[in-house]
């Protein structure tokens, strides 16, 4: 089974590609002193585009954690011209109840997800671009 974690900016900003990095981590248990550690897990950059990135990660690698943690991030630039413009990006997150993979799209209209057995969580934040130059 593999969990699908995406960010969508849609077309004001750029992505930034060295701004991009993610984590995964599973709390295990540590045989070497017998207490529990976290352990970086594989990460896969499935999709990157002009309007979102995509990662996943195999169940394989996490499932006997006790726990999972993880983050992704972007540098996401926005043109000066679009100071005053509200600005939204989206969120999703994917874990399926069994093998069958799915599907997560990410297009000028957003993230959809293809029909299939999981929980899915979508989020999205809005703000207002600022302008930072000095003497404005």
């Known amino acids: 089974m593999t969990?699908?974690?995406a960010l969508h900016w849609g077309d004001k900003g750029t992505k930034y590609a060295s701004g991009d990095w993610t984590v995964v981590q599973a709390l295990r248990r540590d045989p070497g002193y017998g207490g529990n550690s976290w352990y970086d897990v594989p990460v896969t950059n499935e999709q990157n585009n002009l309007a979102g990135t995509e990662w996943?990660?195999?169940w394989?690698?996490?499932f006997s954690a006790f726990?999972?943690?993880g983050t992704g991030h972007e540098e996401i630039r926005v043109p000066v011209s679009k100071a005053g413009e509200t600005y939204t990006y989206a969120g999703a997150y994917f874990h399926p109840h069994w093998t069958h993979d799915i599907q997560i799209s990410l297009g000028p209209a957003g993230i959809t997800f293809s029909e299939d057995a999981g929980d899915k969580w979508t989020w999205d934040e809005?703000?207002?671009i600022g302008d930072d130059r000095p003497n404005n």
């Open 3 to 5: 969990d699908h974690f």
């Open 56 to 58: 996943s990660f195999r």
């Open 60 to 62: 394989y690698d996490v």
């Open 67 to 69: 726990k999972v943690r």
């Open 126 to 128: 809005s703000f207002e």
